[in-house]
């Protein structure tokens, strides 16, 4: 189980406190991987936590090593449409999940199932391991994904710019929290990362 949240690097940077106060509240984590993050709010902090997954190996894997953990719940499916059938959360995370998702799609969506004033926090990739930065439009670009064990994969993914991630926030009904850049410990690593948060507005 995860001891904080790496939004960026490990051990670096903000931690689980980007979130607020999660005890007792209803969260909602969309990619969740193997599931390390969610077990760690329900059991560290107290959250109730939806953990979702389109990747029925990731899913396998959460449930094999978290799946007894008391309130966490895990699903397997697409999470735009599950927010969309779901009763309203007080928070929406995702650690590197919303890349892979139009945001034009996912935003509405985690709008709507967010109570007002509830909170959308979410880290994104900004420069990649080439040195290079976001894209100044909304348009999915394709990034190589290095897992241990497996050749080189592409995958198409948002990279915005930090004005973009605002503009599209504002304009699917969030105000803006902050939007911090996250370095890498290694100075000669170029990669970034952008934690991004919000809140559901009232209008
Ligand atoms: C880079 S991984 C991050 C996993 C986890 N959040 C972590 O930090 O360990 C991104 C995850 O998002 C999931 N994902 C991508 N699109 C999704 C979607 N539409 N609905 C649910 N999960 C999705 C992938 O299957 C993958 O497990």
């Not at 389109?54 to 499916?77: D, E, I, M, P």
Request: glycine share 12%; hydrophobic share 40%.
């Amino acid at each position: 189980m995860a001891g904080s949240i790496d939004w960026g690097f490990w051990g670096e940077g903000p931690g689980t406190e980007a979130l607020g106060e999660v005890s007792g509240k209803r969260v909602l984590d969309i990619g969740c991987g193997t599931g390390r993050y969610a077990a760690h709010l329900a059991r560290a902090h107290g959250a109730r936590v939806d953990a979702i997954d389109s990747s029925a190996t990731q899913l396998r894997r959460a449930r094999g090593q978290y799946g007894n953990t008391g309130g966490v719940s895990f699903v397997h499916g697409d999470a735009i449409e599950y927010a969309r059938a779901g009763t309203p959360y007080d928070v929406v995370y995702s650690v590197h999940g919303l890349s892979y998702i139009d945001p034009d799609r996912a935003l509405p969506a985690i709008r709507d199932a967010l109570r007002t004033d509830g909170r959308l926090v979410f880290s994104v990739l900004h420069t990649n391991a080439e040195g290079v930065g976001p894209s100044a439009s909304v348009r999915p670009r394709v990034e190589e994904v290095r897992l241990s064990g497996h050749a080189p994969l592409s995958v198409h993914v948002w990279v915005l710019s930090p004005s973009l991630w605002e503009e599209l926030l504002i304009r699917h009904g969030f105000d803006i929290e902050g939007i911090e850049i996250l370095a890498a410990p290694d100075a000669a690593n170029p990669v970034r990362c952008q934690l991004v948060s919000g809140v559901r507005s009232r209008s």
